[in-house]
C-alpha cells in the first residue's frame, strides 16, 4: 500500500484530503507545518509528498528545497491558492514533481497523486547505473561489443605512434570522441588539440584559417596571423569532415602531410610545422574521387591507417551502457540530478532505430531529463522526447488535450456521457471509410465507435445482423471492417502520428465504457480495465474524462 504524507496547515482542509486519499486505498500521514514535515521524514516510508506553499514558519517552497537536498526523496507535490507564474516556475525549479491549483479539482489531484506515487515506487527501486567503461586516453566511449573492443585495441596501437588517422563512420557515431582518445594516449598529449570543422568554415576563410596569412595579403589583413595549424604546434590538429574539403585547400593540405610544411596565404616561404593529423569524414571518398571531388593523390595519402567506427545499429546491445552513460553526462552537464533510467526506458531504446546514432540518442536523453520529473526516466518520457513535443505538452495532456479539436478545451474535462456518440454504426454494418478531412475534425468519440459498435448498440437489429454472416468469428467481422475503414482514415490524415491517434481515440473510449458500465466508480472500472486505480486516473484526466466525487 503506497504511503502519503500530507503537509497542510489548515487542519481541515488536511483532514479531508486524508479522508479522500484513504477511500483510495493510500495510507496517509499528516503534518501541520513545513518544519514538522522535515522531522517526520527520516522515519517515514513513504512514496509521495502532498504540501501547501503558504504556511507559518517555513513555507512550502523552503521545505521543498530543504527535502531535495536528499537524492532519495520520494516526488512532491504543491498546493497553491496562488497560482502565479513566479510561483510555478520556482516550484519546478526546485523540482517539483507537479502542483496543483486551490480549490481542487479532486479527479485531477487523485490522478497527479498517483502518478507521483507511482513515480516515488520506481524510485525506490530503480535499477543501478550500468559500469560505465572509459577508452583508452580516458574519454568516455562507451560500448562492451565486438566491434567497439576491436576499435578500443585499434586506438591503443596507433596512437603511440605519428601515424596519420583517418577516422570514418556515419555523422553522430562519435569520431570526434575517437580522435581526442588517440590524442590523449600520444606522445603528444601534453600539447594542443585543435579541432577544425571543414564545412563549419566558409570556403573562402578556409585557406586562411588553417594555414594563416601575412600582413598585407589581402584587403583587411593588417597583420600577420599563424593558422590553426600552426598554433597546434607540438600537437594534434583534427579534421572534421575532411570529405568536404575545397579541392584548392586540398592541395595546400597535401604539401602539408607530404612536406610538413605550410604556406601561409602571402608568404614568399613555406613554415615547417610540427604537428599530427587525425582526419575524418562521413563521405564515401571513394566515390568523391570518381566524381573528382577529392584529389586522389590526397585520398591516398590518408589510407595509412583507417579506423571504422560502427553506426549504433550494428552495436545495439551497447545501447543500455550507453543510455546510463550518457545521462550521467547530460545531468552533469545540466547541473541536475541524475534519476537514473527504468527497465522499461532502455527497452524502448533498443528497440527504436537511430539514424542520428549516438548524437540522437544524447540529444533525446537531454530532452527527456530537461522535463523529467525527477523519478527514473520511463518509457514514456523517451517517447515523449522522441515524438520532440514542445514545452509544456506533458501538462496539456494532464490536463485532456487531445489531437482532435473539437474535443474538450485545454484545460477542461469532459463529462461523462451516457452513451457513445451515436450514427457511426448502422444496421450491424460498417460504415464507409470516412474521409481524411472529415476525419481530421472528427471527436475521438465519433473516431472510436465505428470500432466498437457492441458497446453503443447493442440492439436486437445489430445482433442480428452481425448473425447473418456465417463462419466462425463472423460476428467481429463488422468491427474489423470498420476498424480498417478508421485505420486508412488515420494513416491518410495523420501520417507520422497515426498510431498515437488511433491509441488515443481507443483508449478514450473503451476508458469511457468501463466508467459507464460501473457507473462511475473507479476502482471497479480499474479492476475491469486491468489497470491500477492511479494509471486509471491519469488516463482520465489525459483523456478529459470526469465523473462526480464528493467528500462528505
Known amino acids: ?39 517526520m521524514l527520516p522515519g517515514l516510508e513513504v512514496q509521495c509528498i502532498l504540501m501547501d506553499v503558504q504556511m507559518p514558519g517555513l513555507d512550502g517552497l523552503q521545505v521543498l528545497k530543504a527535502m531535495r537536498r536528499d537524492p532519495a526523496c520520494p516526488p512532491v507535490v504543491v498546493m497553491t491558492a496562488y497560482g502565479t507564474t513566479a510561483t510555478a516556475i520556482d516550484a519546478m525549479k526546485l523540482g517539483a514533481f507537479d502542483y496543483v491549483l486551490k480549490p481542487f479539482d479532486i479527479p485531477a489531484l487523485l490522478a497527479v497523486a498517483g502518478r507521483a506515487a507511482e513515480a516515488g515506487a520506481r524510485l525506490k527501486e530503480a535499477p543501478k547505473q550500468a559500469p560505465l567503461r572509459a577508452a583508452p586516453g580516458g574519454q568516455l566511449l562507451v560500448g562492451s561489443s565486438l566491434p567497439m573492443q576491436e576499435l578500443y585495441k585499434a586506438i591503443g596501437r596507433v596512437a603511440p605512434t605519428d601515424a596519420l588517422v583517418l577516422v570514418r563512420g556515419e555523422s553522430g557515431t562519435g569520431k570526434e570522441l575517437v580522435a581526442r582518445s588517440i590524442w590523449k594516449n600520444s606522445a603528444r598529449a601534453d600539447g594542443p588539440f585543435a579541432v577544425v570543422n571543414c564545412v563549419a ?21 593588417q597583420q600577420a596571423k599563424p593558422g590553426r595549424i600552426e598554433q597546434a604546434a607540438g600537437g594534434t590538429v583534427f579534421l572534421d569532415e575532411i570529405g568536404d574539403m575545397p579541392l584548392n585547400v586540398q592541395a595546400k593540405f597535401l604539401r602539408l602531410l607530404q612536406e610538413r610544411q605550410i604556406e601561409r596565404i602571402g608568404a614568399p616561404n613555406p613554415v615547417p610545422v610540427d ?36 553506426p549504433l545499429r550494428e552495436r545495439s546491445g551497447d545501447v543500455p551502457e550507453l543510455a546510463c552513460a ?12 541524475n534519476p537514473g533510467i527504468g527497465a522499461d526506458a532502455v527497452d524502448c531504446l533498443q528497440k527504436l532505430e537511430w539514424p542520428g546514432n549516438v548524437r540522437e540518442l544524447a540529444n533525446l536523453l537531454q530532452t527527456a531529463l530537461v522535463f523529467s520529473d525527477g523519478s527514473p526516466l520511463s518509457r514514456e518520457d523517451v517517447l515523449r522526447a522522441r515524438e520532440g513535443e514542445r514545452a509544456g505538452a506533458r501538462d496539456s495532456k494532464r490536463a485532456g488535450s487531445r489531437p482532435f479539436p473539437d474535443g474538450p478545451a485545454a484545460g477542461g474535462a469532459a463529462p461523462m456521457a451516457g452513451n457513445l456518440a451515436p450514427g457511426a454504426w448502422a444496421g450491424g454494418q460498417a460504415r464507409a471509410a470516412v474521409p481524411a478531412d472529415v476525419l481530421a475534425e472528427a471527436p475521438q468519440d465519433s ?19 452481425g448473425d447473418q454472416a456465417a463462419g466462425p468469428g463472423s460476428d467481429l467481422m463488422p468491427a474489423r471492417k470498420a476498424l480498417e475503414a478508421m485505420a486508412d482514415a488515420v494513416l ?59 467528500i462528505s
Open 1 to 39: 500500500m503506497a504511503q502519503i504524507l500530507v503537509v497542510d496547515d489548515d487542519a481541515i482542509l488536511r483532514e479531508g484530503l486524508a479522508d479522500l486519499l484513504a477511500e483510495e486505498g493510500y495510507a496517509v500521514v499528516q503534518a501541520s507545518s513545513g518544519t514538522e514535515a522535515l522531522a
Open 201 to 221: 568554415i566558409p570556403d573562402t576563410l578556409l585557406e586562411s584559417e588553417l594555414f594563416g596569412y601575412e600582413k598585407g595579403s589581402f584587403t583587411g589583413a
Open 275 to 310: 604537428v599530427r593529423i587525425v582526419a575524418a569524414t562521413n563521405v564515401d571518398l571513394e566515390r568523391a574521387v570518381r566524381e573528382g571531388r577529392f584529389r586522389e593523390d590526397l585520398y591516398y595519402r590518408l589510407k595509412v591507417v583507417t579506423l571504422w567506427l560502427p
Open 326 to 337: 550518457l545521462l550521467a553526462r547530460q545531468a552533469a552537464s545540466l547541473g541536475v540530478p
Open 447 to 465: 473516431l472510436a465507435s465505428q470500432a466498437l459498435p457492441a458497446a453503443r448498440d447493442p440492439s436486437a437489429e445489430g445482433r442480428a445482423a
Open 492 to 550: 491518410a490524415s495523420h501520417a507520422g502520428s497515426a498510431f498515437d491517434v488511433c491509441m488515443d481515440a481507443m483508449g478514450r473510449a473503451v476508458v469511457k465504457r468501463a466508467l459507464e458500465l460501473c457507473q462511475g466508480n473507479r476502482s471497479q472500472a480499474a479492476r475491469l480495465l486491468g489497470l491500477s486505480r492511479p494509471t486509471l486516473l491519469a488516463r482520465m484526466e489525459r483523456y478529459g474524462l470526469k465523473v462526480e466525487t464528493r
